[in-house]
């Protein structure tokens, strides 16, 4: 192949995370497509980086950037084959059904949303492009057992599988046994089709673009050109690149959240055991809330965060209030996660206040000891960083962005409205339903 040749393609797709791993191996199954697939960092990382009990985004890691807020947090995203998904919590649920209700039901009526999560997930028996299962009774750690059966008995139902809903949701993750299944796992085979090329360590700076056309991109010294370029850079990754590159608006554009109030206590008499996972059980609760019983300490599962207590989270799914992104003066993405509003600020206190009485209660007795839960002050994030270029606002209903040819996102970046549970699976069926259709 001739070095022009090697540097075209018929579309090129940027980052090979949840969305771009989808995109690529669903857009090259036409052998006449040309697809180059880029990645920032290296390549799919060992077995062993993928235990569940272990979230490789501490400082140090090279599967990471860290972000920079206002807040003082740094958000994490992953880096390298598998993007975030090979770094995440592993906790792979769908939406709530209503959660879609502000999506175009041209584009996304429910049933094509319901086979697309199918594609994903499997549903029900698991069997889909990822492993998904959820833990089984005798695998879960003695503070799930103990949440799940606190919650029943103040009257919540059991959701069941696939879809979650209000009332007490097991966790369904995406894994093998104790190891975390990342989306690379999809190319295993598609990187065997000549009409595949994917190219790690390989970091996009810029877009290359003129009279509303995007024709290609930049890494390092080279350009590469094609037909259409999609970013599936993730929320912040593909921020960046548009903010640099210049080719639409970002200044301020929104960013959205789930904020996160810990519930702190100290462990009677031990820990109850080593937590294979970090996550097993949450509660929905009516009024948007998702309670995560944390089975540890997080400095147990991140490498180099000082060692506290355990926790149990009270999140923030529909937060009232978004915060901001823009392009800094020293070319650096500025993220501000916003204030929390003050109705959303007394939502979360309530909760939490049931958490803390929930702790203290018979449920919890010889697992925690007894008058020491206490909630945190400071609002913490997921993690989940979505919807700064939303799809019907920015880009169209398939993520073509508006007023720019050639250029698409399929990230988490486009995702219009908050979600009852965490993006992930979200972002893998709207990939699937995205590159399906205009494949
Ligand atoms: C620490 C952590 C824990 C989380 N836990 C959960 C959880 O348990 N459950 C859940 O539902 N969600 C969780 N999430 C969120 C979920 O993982 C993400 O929403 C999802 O993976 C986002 O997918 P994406 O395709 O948008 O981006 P990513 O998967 O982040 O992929 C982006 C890819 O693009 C690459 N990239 C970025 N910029 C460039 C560039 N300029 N050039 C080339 N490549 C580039 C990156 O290296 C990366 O591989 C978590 C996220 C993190 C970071």
Known sequence: MTAAADSRADVIVVGAGSSGCVVAERLSRDPARQVILLEAGGDAPASASLRLDHLPIGAGSDRVVHYPTRQGFDLPRGKGLGGSSAVNGGYFLRWHPNDFEGWSPDVWPMAAIGSAYDHVDGGVGGGGVMNVSEFADDELHPYACAFERHWKDEGFGVAS???????????????????????????????????????????????????????GVVVGEQVLSADEVILCAGTLGTAELLARSGVVEIEDAAVWEHREQLVRFTPAGGLPGHARALLQAVLHTRDGLEIRCYNDDFAEFIDGLPHSSPAFGVALMHPELPGSVSWGPVARLRIDLGEVSGGDSEKIRRCAERVVSMLGGADFEGLVQPGSPW????????????????MGERTDWLGAVDEVRGLRIVDASILPTAGSSGPHATVMMMAWHIANTVA
């Open 375 to 390: 909630v945190e002050p400071v609002i913490r994030t997921s993690q989940h960083a979505w919807g700064t270029m939303p």
């Open 161 to 215: 599988p696939p879809w979650p809903a209000v009332g007490v949701v097991r966790v369904r993750s995406n894994r093998d046994g104790w190891h975390r299944h990342s989306t690379a796992v999809l190319l295993q085979e598609a990187l065997r089709r000549p009409n595949l090329r994917l190219l790690s360590h390989s970091q996009v700076v810029g877009l290359r673009h003129s009279g509303g056309r995007v024709s």
